[in-house]
């Protein structure tokens, strides 16, 4: 569904952000695409949304390129940026006007979606609205679009607890096998549980691409109180119940992913996860 | 694999109808309230002194040099760029939303401005009686070049992501200074051979009935060439 080859990009030409990185992403998939500030995630979805153009190499989505933002391969896509831009419409019309450019925007879905969310006057200005709010209409508008890309720059951003987890709960029943989901986050917390391929980008470079699946095959996940063999960790974090630890799994144990705790080891160790999932 | 970027000939009227029903949703209320300036403007002022006509044409052309404004702010770009239309849809509905709707919006408010005055203040003021005096400014040549101005403003629109209205009035008066400098050096360089140049422009000054039919032609090519450009820079354009 989306496929980048050998894509070169920087904001300046002496400066590239991406050297010849490429990826491919396919349908019936939530991606997260994790990365500390200033690591290309915005720059990245940007490029798959056609709204940045790399310099070498191609983008494909959905077999148009991406660039060309074709009509056809814009209402089969939506892109959420961080940033939202909220018309000077009501909330109901938001869905008057747009969706006749989303061949399969469903109504019923953009109210469901906004009653989940706990939106219940639908004559509100959405400009007027707090950012957390915006953000719920757009997300649900987004989510009701039922476009077959739905590409999310830090969606949870401005949501409070309790939306947070309806989010996630939003999104869990709005996948399915023909559906590609990309959300990018630097607070990995908030998609614990929904994402099924992480995607860690650092210094313009893809570290990891791999599902959930796959890395607690590679990667074992536990918390100890007593003292571990150092040279065998690869990650440790101390908490109030003793450490939390990422060793490779070697012998295959089943393991719960903790996405953070990840994280945190690929920055940590990044030369041997590397090894370690190329192997 | 492709380099260069290709034309896209996508073009849909109901994804254009979509666009104009999208503008006009949104910004209805907006342009209801510049046409009632405008009327306020046409009452009390004396249409014969032709300040009303003065804002009316300002007005278009503020407008007009501000019809991709939403390409200016980060968030809003992204927004407009992602609305499923191809950029041969867009364009032709912002050349539609300010060469033909806003002209003609704002000539209703105008029109009613100078026939209330006529109405109301007839009595009281003797400028009232005819709007004889807006048949001057109406004539095929003059249109044609009003429509090039226009065409320069939407490509400096697009072209520039901040204050696009003043820095494509600053960009065309430098180049017709340096075009001013250019002719003044030619013609010092040349002063012998301008003889038949100063009879020719001399015939042409003093000819009744001048043949508008080059400028007309010139005019007309070069609107069409401004709004390629315009789409050249909308499809390219990143956020």
Known sequence: ?279 | MLNFIIMDTSLSLTRIKHLLNRYFIENWKKDLYVGLVLLVIAFVSNPIAGFSSFVYIVMILLYTGRIFGNLAHKASAQHYLMIPASTNEKLITNIFLSHIYYVLLLSVFLVLGILLRALILAPLCDDTSSCTFLIPYISFASYLSFLLFQSILVFGSVYFKKNAFIKTLLSLSAFFFFLTMLVIFIIRMNVGSMTRLAEEFDYYVRNPYPSYLIPSIISIVFTCFFWILSYFRLRETEV
Do not use: W
């Open chain 1, 1 to 279: 569904m989306i496929t980048l080859h050998n894509i070169d990009f920087g904001y300046t030409k002496k400066q590239h952000l991406f050297k010849e990185l490429s990826l491919e992403m396919q349908k019936g998939h939530i991606y997260g695409l994790l990365g500390k500030n200033g690591s290309g995630k915005t720059s990245l979805l940007k490029i798959m949304a056609g709204l940045r153009f790399p310099q070498q190499g191609s983008t494909e989505v959905l077999g148009y390129r991406a660039a060309f933002r074709s009509p056809e391969m814009l209402g089969n896509m939506y892109f959420l940026s961080e940033e939202i831009f909220t018309p000077t419409l009501k909330i109901k019309q938001l869905a008057q006007v747009y969706a006749s450019f989303y061949p399969h925007f469903k109504q019923e879905e953009y109210h469901h979606y906004l009653e989940e969310f706990d939106v219940k006057d639908k004559n509100l200005y959405i400009h007027k609205l707090s950012h957390g709010q915006k953000k719920k209409v757009m997300i649900s508008f987004a989510l009701a679009c039922n476009t077959d890309i739905l590409i999310m720059d830090e969606p949870t951003n401005g949501l409070d607890i309790p939306s947070k987890s309806i989010f996630r709960k939003v999104m869990a029943s709005a996948a399915n096998e023909d559906r590609l989901f990309v959300i990018s986050t630097h607070q990995v917390r908030d998609l614990h549980s929904l994402i099924d391929t992480v995607i860690i980008l650092d210094n313009g470079e893809i570290v990891v691409n791999a599902t959930d699946q796959c890395i607690t095959e590679k990667l074992y996940f536990q918390a100890v109180e007593d003292k571990v063999d150092e040279k065998e960790v690869l990650y440790m974090e101390e908490n109030l119940r003793g450490n939390l630890i990422v060793t490779e799994n070697k012998q295959q144990i089943d393991s719960h992913l903790d996405l953070e705790l990840f994280f945190n080891a690929v920055m940590a160790n990044k030369k041997r996860i590397k090894e370690i999932f190329n192997a």
